[in-house]
C-alpha cells in the first residue's frame, strides 16, 4: 500500500512543475501582464488547436510530419546499422568505409540544405533526405562502438561452448552491443526532430514546421505557439518510446 | 600386448607458445591419463591460462603438437569444455539460458539437472546479476557440466571467492569428479588447494615445466596431515625458489615428519 502510493506520487512529482508555469501563463495572461502579441493564453492555444483540428488541418500536417520523421529515421537507422554492424564485425568492411564515414559525420547536415533543395526541390524527398542523413551518423556510430567494445572474454567463451556465426552473433554480440545501440536509437531521434523542424520552417508546403511558418505571415501568435507545443509534445513521445524499449531489450540490466 | 600401453587422453608434445615479442611457453611435454585430476600451478604471468587455451583449441601452438585421445587436435576441442577465471556468464540471458548455451531445445531438461547437481535448481529463472560470486561460479560449472566433457579445464575458477565458499567449491568439483569420471586440469593461485584435490600438481616456470609431482594421499584428504604439509612444502619451494638451506630450517619445524 504504502509502496504504491510513493510510486504514484513519484510519477506525479515531475508534473508539478510543467503544471505550475502553465497555471502562471494562463494568470499573467488574463491579467493581461503577458499582451497576446507576444504570447497567447494557453487556452487560446488550445482553442487554435480544436479550430485546426475541427477543420481536419491539424491532423493532415501532424500526419505529414510523423511520416517524414518516421521514414527517414527507418531509412537513415537501418543504413547506420548496417554499417555499424558490417563494420564492427568484419575487418575489411572497417578498412573500407569507417575512414569515410567518420569523415562524413563531421559535415553537419544541415548544411547541406541549400544543396538539397536544389537537387530535389522542397518537396518530400529533400525532408526525407535529410532527416535519413542527421539519424544515419548517431546510430552508425554506437552499433559500430557497441560491438566494437563487446566483451572479448565473452566472445571466447561462446566460441569455446561451440557458438559461431549466427549463433555468436545473436546470442553473445548483439546482446553485447545493445545498450550501445539504444543509446544511438534514443540520440537520433532527437536528431531526427531537430531535422525535420529546420527543414519544414525553412523549406515545405505542409508540415508543423510550414504550419508554423504561414501563421507567422498573418500574425497567428496561438498556431505558432501551438507548432511549438506539437514538436515538444513529439519529442518527448519518442523519449518515452525509446525508454520502452530500453527496459524491455535491458531488463537483464535494471534493478 | 597393445593393451598394456598407457593410453592417454590429452598429451602435449614439445608444446611452444609465442606471442610477439614474447615466448611464454617454452618445451611443455605432458602425458594426462583418462579420468586423472591435474592441477597446474605457478606464477601470475606464467602461461597457465595460454596452455588451458591451447588445450581448448582456442589457440594454437606455436611448436609442438597436441594429442587428443591419439589424434592430432586440429581447431576447437569438441571434448572439453572450459571454466573461466571470471566465470563469463552472459549477463543478459538467465541462468538456465546460460547453462543452456550451445544446446538445442531438449537442452532445457539438461540444463535444469546440471543446476540441481551444483545446488541451483531454485535459481533457474534469475538474471545472472542477482548471483553471489559462489553461485556465479556454480552456474558456470553447471554450463560446462551440461556438456558431459570427458575433459574439463577449470582456469582459476575459484580465485575470487572467500576462503569457506572455496573449500564448498572444492568439495563440490572433487565430488562431481568422482562421479562423472571426467579428466580434469585446474590451474589454480593456490598451492593447497591443488595438493588437496589433484593426482599430479605440475608447476610451470619460465615456460618450462619444472615440477611434476604425484599426490598419492588418500581422499577425503586430511589437510592437516604431516605428508599433506611435505608435499605442500615441497611444491611451495619450488615455486619460490627457496634454497636448501631454507627448506631445512621449514622442515625442522615439522619435527614429526618422516619423508614421504
Ligand atoms: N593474446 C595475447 N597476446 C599477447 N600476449 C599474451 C596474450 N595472451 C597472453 N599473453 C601473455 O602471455 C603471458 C601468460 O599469460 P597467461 O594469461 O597464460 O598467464 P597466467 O599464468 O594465466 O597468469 P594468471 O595466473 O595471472 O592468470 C603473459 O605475459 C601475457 O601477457
Ligand atoms: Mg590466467
Known amino acids: 500500500m504504502k509502496f504504491s502510493t510513493k510510486n504514484l506520487s513519484e510519477k506525479l512529482i515531475p508534473w508539478l512543475v510543467p503544471i505550475m508555469l502553465l497555471v502562471g501563463w494562463q494568470l499573467l495572461s488574463v491579467v493581461g501582464i503577458i499582451p497576446s502579441r ?30 517524414r520523421a518516421l521514414i527517414g529515421f527507418l531509412i537513415g537507422g537501418v543504413i547506420g546499422f548496417a554499417f555499424g554492424l558490417f563494420n564492427g564485425i568484419f575487418r575489411f568492411a572497417e578498412l573500407f568505409f569507417d575512414t569515410s564515414i567518420q569523415m562524413l559525420r563531421n559535415i553537419p547536415h544541415l548544411a547541406l ?74 540520440f537520433s531521434l532527437g ?45 518527448k513521445l519518442s523519449d518515452v518510446i525509446a525508454k520502452l524499449f530500453e527496459r524491455k531489450l535491458l531488463r537483464w540490466n535494471g534493478s | 600386448m597393445k593393451e598394456k600401453e598407457p593410453k592417454f587422453h ?9 606471442y610477439p615479442g614474447r615466448s611464454v611457453l617454452k618445451d611443455i611435454n605432458l602425458s594426462i591419463k583418462k579420468g586423472e585430476f591435474v592441477a597446474i600451478v605457478g606464477k601470475s604471468g606464467c602461461g597457465k591460462s595460454t596452455l588451458l587455451r591451447l588445450l581448448a583449441g582456442l589457440e594454437t601452438p606455436s611448436k609442438g603438437q597436441l594429442i587428443m585421445d ?15 577465471q571470471d566465470g563469463r556468464l552472459l549477463p543478459w540471458k538467465k541462468v538456465i539460458d546460460n547453462v ?71 568439495a563440490l568439483i572433487e565430488d562431481l569428479w568422482q562421479q562423472k569420471k571426467f579428466t580434469a586440469i585446474l590451474v589454480t593461485h593456490d598451492v593447497e588447494e591443488a595438493v588437496a584435490i589433484a593426482d599430479r600438481v605440475i608447476v610451470i616456470e619460465n615456460g618450462y615445466i619444472s615440477l611434476n609431482q604425484s599426490i598419492d594421499l588418500p581422499r577425503p584428504r586430511q589437510r592437516t596431515s604431516t605428508p599433506f604439509s611435505m608435499y605442500l612444502d615441497q611444491i611451495l619451494d619450488r ?10 630450517t621449514l622442515l625442522r619445524s615439522y619435527p614429526n615428519t618422516t619423508k614421504v
Open chain 2, 10 to 18: 590429452i598429451e602435449t608434445k614439445h608444446i611452444e607458445k609465442n
Open chain 1, 113 to 186: 540544405i541549400p544543396l538539397v533543395i536544389l537537387w530535389f526541390g522542397i518537396d518530400e524527398t529533400s525532408k526525407i533526405f535529410l532527416v535519413a542523413l542527421g539519424v544515419m551518423f548517431p546510430v552508425y556510430i554506437n552499433t559500430y562502438h557497441g560491438i566494437k567494445s563487446v566483451d572479448k572474454g565473452l566472445i571466447e567463451m561462446g566460441k569455446a561452448y561451440g557458438l559461431k556465426g549466427k549463433a555468436l552473433f545473436f546470442h553473445v554480440i548483439l546482446p553485447g552491443a545493445m545498450s550501445s545501440i539504444l543509446v544511438g536509437v534514443r
Open chain 1, 38 to 67: 507576444i504570447l497567447p493564453a494557453p487556452t487560446q492555444v488550445f482553442q487554435a488547436a480544436i479550430d485546426l483540428s475541427s477543420t481536419g488541418e491539424l491532423m493532415d500536417h501532424v500526419s505529414i510530419s510523423l511520416g
Open chain 2, 239 to 248: 615455486i619460490m625458489g627457496r634454497t636448501q638451506q631454507k627448506k631445512i
Open chain 1, 191 to 235: 536528431v531526427m526532430w531537430l531535422t525535420l523542424i529546420v527543414a519544414e520552417t525553412i523549406s515545405a508546403h505542409s508540415g508543423i514546421g510550414y504550419m508554423a511558418m504561414n501563421a507567422r505571415e498573418f500574425m497567428q501568435m496561438d498556431v505558432i505557439v501551438l507548432s511549438i507545443v506539437l514538436y515538444a509534445l513529439f519529442g
Open chain 2, 100 to 170: 543452456s548455451l550451445g544446446l538445442t531445445k531438449e537442452g532445457k531438461a539438461r540444463a535444469k539437472k546440471a543446476l540441481q547437481l551444483v545446488g541451483l535448481e531454485d535459481r533457474i529463472a534469475d538474471w545472472p546479476a542477482k548471483l553471489s560470486g559462489g553461485q556465479k561460479q556454480r552456474v558456470a560449472l553447471a554450463r560446462a557440466l551440461v556438456h558431459e566433457p570427458s575433459l574439463l579445464l577449470l582456469d582459476e575458477p575459484l580465485g575470487a571467492l572467500d576462503a569457506l565458499t572455496r573449500l564448498e567449491m572444492q
Open chain 2, 70 to 84: 591419439q589424434r592430432p587436435l586440429a581447431e576447437l576441442n569438441s571434448e572439453a569444455r572450459m571454466m573461466f
